[in-house]
């Protein structure tokens, strides 16, 4: 039986949003259920983050904005993903997104979004549902 390697997952916090306290719970659970996690830091571009994820080799690019930037900063995430991984990556999008803005988000070609205060274990469902790249 061929053991599956553990899901990487890089969490990034782009723009001037200075609150990373949600992304660091995430990232928690999602390394408690067994993940690779990886986390930016605090006010990391596009560039930054797909240059990370392209390094770190990850499955999964989560980004949380609280900043309300989340629809011209995913976009431009899939621009670079268009550009820069033809094989793509499963794209997270979490933070401060209006009920309004979620379909507007699937869209644009995230596979997932989770709005502040979504519970964890809804997540890390998804996360575990993902098949490594």
């Known amino acids: 039986m061929t053991q599956r390697r553990p899901l990487r997952v890089l969490i990034g916090k782009p723009g001037l949003d200075g609150h990373d306290k949600g992304a660091k719970v995430v990232a928690q659970a999602l390394r408690n259920a067994g993940c690779e996690v990886i986390y930016t830091g605090l006010h990391k571009t596009i560039d930054d983050i797909m240059e990370a994820a392209l390094e770190e080799d990850v499955d999964i690019i989560g980004l949380s904005i609280l ?17 820069e991984a033809p094989d793509g990556f499963v794209v997270l999008i979490g933070g401060n997104i209006p009920h309004r803005d979620r379909a507007k988000l699937l869209e644009l070609g995230a596979d997932a979004v989770f709005p502040t205060a979504s519970p964890l274990d809804e ?5 575990k549902s993902v098949t490594p790249r």
Do not use: D
């Open 123 to 127: 997540i890390v469902a998804f996360v």
């Open 67 to 83: 900043s309300g930037a989340h629809l011209e900063l995913t976009k431009k995430l899939m621009q670079h993903l268009q550009e």
